[in-house]
């Protein structure tokens, strides 16, 4: 039996990250809140990859100022971003790490005042760009990752 | 308008400032006596605190302005829930300064984005406690007559304790600081302060677990309280407590410059028998924190005298 390709579409207009840590996308998918947008997202898990040995590949297509892609950064700067317009790759873009991340992720320190106070922002604060530090604007507490 | 969060938010050059402003109110107290008539300072503290919310009324009232305010959370409007931001906009109306203890920390933070007066960090949880470094600094700086070229010993509990890291963040900005950092094991400083505050400055330290044995190198010892509740088992409490219990004859084994340094409150770790002792500070350093108070208010408020 010959070995099976599998076919995704091009996209007219949006995103296709390439190079994403591999069983990473679904975190992706989450943290870029695409679930509650009605737009085509394509998720290739584990494919073949001569860099990384396996990778995930996200196709999403949207406008594209739908969405915030600084996030994309704090969860792996090493994703390769293709922004997508009439049919051709109109930017390559690397990341970097945001300075700052707002209402993504949740500071976990139950004495911090984020735990109490009301519609208050989820900020932190790039502390250690080679260690990718992050720490609460508030009590300053690490965050750490899964 | 500024606002007070952590004893870094002053530069070494304003700081020297402050505590020139602060030791000029020591030899002159009258001359500032009606440096804030007409002012208000409201002290909002949403957990107890007998010397901070009494330092800060203090201050304010040689400095000759009033006071108003809660001392704990229940006689406040957080008890119906309401937020840090909101109680904020509502003093600002009320008052010209505040003082801000809470125990959740960075809620005084919280209170600067939406506040139309200064803020003071007065305590917010095991987070920071700015007026403590200062009054620190300043009862360092008063009787060693300088900031840089000192031995110091940090003894007791220096995982928990707050005032020791922020005086670690707020010294490591000095020429030729070495710290002696004495606990249990259980009690070592934590990885962030030596590895993002000591080690990235290039600070030197040493850790030992033996008061006597460096005792006699100290220019100044902080002493802390040893928790019981902070050790997993009561045979390593009981075997480390009376290490860090300062009494006459360790004293005796210091220095005769050693100053001898408490944040307050003591329970056992310093023996009544040293308070007549001269080169214990602990409550000279109270009163020093009253005039690094009335400065901080004058810095604040912008009241040149």
Known sequence: MGKSVLNVGR??????????????????????????LDCTVAIIKNARSAKMGVKD?????????????????????????????????????????????????????????????????????????????????????????? | MRHLMSPLDFSVEELDGLLDLASDIEKNPAKYAHACDGKVLATLFYEPSTRTRLSF????IHLGGQVLGFSNAASSSASKGESV?????????????????????????????????PVINAGDGGHQHPTQTLTDLMTIRSLKGRLGNLTIGLCGDLKFGRTVHSLIKALVRYDNIKFVCISPEELKLPDYIREDVLDANGQTYEEVERLEDVIGDLDLLYMTRVQKERFFNEEDYVRLKDFYILDKKKMKLAGPDMLVLHPLPRVNEISVEVDNDPRAAYFKQVQYGVYVRMALILTLLEVNV
């Open chain 2, 85 to 117: 931001s909101d109680t904020i906009r509502m003093v600002s109306c009320y008052a010209d300064i505040c003082a801000m203890r809470h125990p959740k920390e960075g809620a005084p933070m919280v209170a600067t984005a939406v506040s139309s007066i």
């Open chain 2, 57 to 60: 009324e203090s201050a304010m």
């Open chain 1, 57 to 146: 590949i996200m196709k999403i297509e949207c406008p594209i100022d739908y969405i915030d892609l600084d996030v994309l950064g704090f969860i792996d700067h090493n994703i390769t971003v293709n922004i997508v317009k009439d049919d051709k790759v109109v930017e390559k873009s690397t990341l970097t790490l945001p300075k700052e991340i707002r209402n993504i992720i949740k500071c976990k320190n139950p004495r911090c005042i984020t735990s109490i106070e009301q519609e208050l922002d989820q900020v932190f604060i790039l502390t250690d760009p080679r260690k990718e530090v992050y720490r609460c604007k508030y009590c300053e507490e690490k965050y750490k990752r899964k």
């Open chain 1, 11 to 36: 996209i007219s207009e949006g995103f296709v990250l390439d190079h994403i840590q591999a069983g990473k996308s679904m975190e992706i998918y989450k943290y870029l809140n695409l679930d509650k």
